[in-house]
Each structure stands twice: as structure tokens, then as C-alpha cells.
């Protein structure tokens, strides 16, 4: 698990790494994570690690395992640095009122020339980003799922209004007991590319965020990304 501070108010990466398994194959459904961070841009370049220009200000790194990171060359913010997240859509308008209409996102900004839409649960949190690829969505193997965390008593309402609404529900609302860690409750949705998206609790309530206010009166957050790694390594960027 990486990041730049606790999850209840950062966004992590949760790398996963399974024995016998040499390679994961890239989709086009994760498209990658945009960092604010000049230090970032700093340490890619003392490490001698490739950087291309991505746009005024912006760099791409390509991690292992081919996953792109796209650098912003300013001072990190006094919050979180994870910025946004991309996942790539088939259908830009279907996708956008899945997330904004269904699940209470904020639509923060639309770009039809990048053909993008900017959604997210609160100012100061990472956001999502949808771009239409113009074509079905390849899955691969790489990519795992956000996960979404909220308080206990909004896991039912969410799981009901899906259901009602129709939209595929992968795993139903269930408790995922660890020994020694706190218990977790998780209704694992799939959008309308069938990419994999966790609602979560950790057995505690979460600070909401003042500035949500979506149709469920939810305090959910962007909390974390699971990804496929074949090599068993964290990255000295950050």
C-alpha cells in the first residue's frame, strides 16, 4: 500500500503481487494517475528514470509493469497530491450520469475536446476522470478497482438503489473478517464498462467531507486503486 498519507483522507495505490503469475496485460480501462508534485518530477530525474512531456508542465512515467503516472511540475499541495485518476469509457454521456446521477459525483469539469469528464465527492480529494476511447473497453488483466469508503448504516442504501436501478451488483453487500485487522464491509459494483468498483467501511466512521451534497447525503471518499504487480517493488518517485 502506497501513498502520501493515511486513507481517510488520501488516496492510496494497493499493489498486488501473486505468486506464478510472470505478467499482467495492460487494458485500456485504467489510463493512469496524475500527481501534483515537482518533487516527483525532482527525484524522476536525479534517478535517471524516463520522463516524457505530457502537456505544459506535465510529464508521463511509465512505473513497472507499464502503469502511467503523469507528473504536474508544481509544489504538492498542502492536502493530497494524487489528483485524479483516468479510467477510460466506451460511452462518455452513459458513464458520466452512472457516476453523477447514480452515485451522487460532482461533475467539476467537462472537455470535449480531450472528450473527458471531471467527477469527484469533494474539493479537496482526488478526483476521477472519464475519457471516452472511442471503442470498447479492454479489461486486460492489470487493473483491479477503486474502492470508495463511506460510513457502516450508507452501505445497505447504496446496495438497494443499484439494485433498483438495475445496475449490476458483482458481490453483494458482505464482512470480510482479517485477523488482527479491522473488519471490512464491501458491496463490489461493476460500471457500465464492467470495470470493478468497491464501496467500502473499515469499521469506523469516516470524517464526511463538508462540501458533499449528493442525492444520498453520502460522505463517501476516492480511497484506493488496486493494481496487478509482476515484480515485487515500490517506486522511489515520490
Not at 495505490?13 to 487494458?27: D, F, I, S
Not at 485487522?181 to 469499521?203: F, M, N, R, Y
Request: glycine share 8%; charged share 25%; net charge negative.
Amino acid at each position: 500500500m502506497v501513498g502520501y498519507g493515511a486513507e481517510d483522507d488520501h488516496f492510496v495505490a494497493e499493489l498486488t503481487y501473486n505468486y506464478g503469475v510472470g505478467e499482467y496485460r495492460l487494458g485500456s480501462d485504467f489510463l493512469g494517475l496524475t500527481l501534483q508534485s515537482s518533487q516527483a518530477v525532482s527525484n524522476a530525474r536525479k534517478l535517471g528514470w524516463p520522463l516524457a512531456e505530457a502537456g505544459e508542465g506535465t510529464y508521463v512515467a511509465e512505473v513497472p509493469g507499464g502503469y502511467k503516472f503523469y507528473l504536474v511540475d508544481k509544489e504538492q499541495p498542502a492536502t493530497d497530491p494524487v489528483q485524479k485518476v483516468t479510467l477510460g469509457v466506451s460511452d462518455l454521456q452513459r458513464s458520466t450520469r452512472y457516476w453523477s446521477a447514480l452515485l451522487g459525483m460532482k461533475v467539476y469539469e467537462r472537455n470535449e475536446d480531450k472528450k473527458t469528464v471531471l467527477l469527484g465527492y469533494a474539493d479537496h480529494q482526488c478526483k476521477l476522470e472519464l475519457q471516452d476511447i472511442g471503442a470498447a473497453v479492454d479489461r486486460g488483466t492489470a487493473f483491479g478497482r477503486i474502492a470508495f469508503s463511506c460510513p457502516r448504516e450508507q452501505l445497505p442504501e447504496i446496495e438497494a438503489l443499484v439494485k433498483k436501478e438495475s445496475w449490476k451488483i458483482l458481490t453483494p453487500l458482505v464482512s470480510l473478517d482479517t485477523p488482527g485487522k479491522a473488519t471490512v464491509e464491501v458491496v463490489i459494483l461493476a460500471d457500465p464498462t464492467g470495470t470493478q468498483h468497491s464501496i467500502v467501511t473499515l469499521g469506523k466512521m469516516l470524517k464526511p467531507p463538508s462540501s458533499v451534497l449528493d442525492r444520498f447525503n453520502l460522505s463517501e471518499q476516492m480511497c484506493q486503486v488496486f493494481i496487478g504487480s509482476s515484480k515485487y517493488e515500490t517506486s522511489e518517485l515520490q
